[in-house]
């Protein structure tokens, strides 16, 4: 409203309302955040239509900590924030892709992505003489 | 057990279990799919238990469908199936990332990635003149 009267009230519009967002049974939608530059992904949070708002208003992103339960604009602690790029929304309308230009580190660890840590790798697979065609077999066999 | 006796029964293994994940209210975890060399982000999918155990012995991402409430290893329909390169977890256990073999097109429109619609672009801001400098501004303002 006060945008039409010429009033910069947003960094931000977005292009479909938190409204017509697919919400999970918490109310919530989830947000990941990627480096828009490396495209490395730093962290997912968690959003609600306050930190939605208040991510387009300020071109920080916000979001809602399921832990404390309140409005959490990543940095105001820190002075790690994250300046938003860009936002998309996936096919289905239930979650978030943010490109930010993060400052500092993403994670309370003080690494820079919150994803620090290898589950499984196919790295040895890729090395092994014994197995290291099992990957293009494995393709041609589900043709 | 049997690997144990030297029989080959996973593809890969992890470096944590199932059982230390933090899961959603739901049992379900999420995780986060980038392509393997382009980091581009390609979707996100949920996995309980079993799909988690399944992604491990097969290498391909398998998923809990929570609409179709069913195991759900994509590409079985499709052809299109994620190869598993790389399985991350985030630093609260709480979210993984895989990184990934896309055969054809992640997403069911036929698009590459689930996240082709964008919401909102600072890109606006980058080109005009009045507004260039105000990134700029906010990382000087706020630190």
């Not at 999970?24 to 947000?31: E, F, K, S």
């Not at 992505?113 to 990957?135: G, Q």
């Amino acid at each position: 409203a006060l945008k039409s009267q010429g009033i910069d009230v947003a960094v931000f519009e977005t292009s479909i309302d938190f409204a017509d967002f697919k919400l999970m049974d918490n109310g919530l939608i989830p947000a990941v955040v990627q480096d828009y530059r490396t495209n490395e992904v730093l962290m997912v949070a968690y959003m609600n239509e306050e930190s939605f708002r208040h991510t387009l208003e300020t071109g920080k992103m916000t979001y809602y900590s399921r832990s404390r339960q309140e409005l959490w604009c990543k940095g105001d602690t820190s002075g790690h924030y994250q300046y938003v790029k860009k936002l998309m929304i996936d096919c289905d309308n239930d979650t978030i892709l943010a490109k930010v230009r993060q400052i500092g580190a993403a994670c309370h660890t003080g690494n820079r992505s919150c994803f620090y840590r290898e589950l499984a790798s196919r790295d040895y697979v890729d090395t092994n003489p014994l197995t290291v065609l099992t990957e293009d077999y494995d393709v041609i066999r589900n043709r």
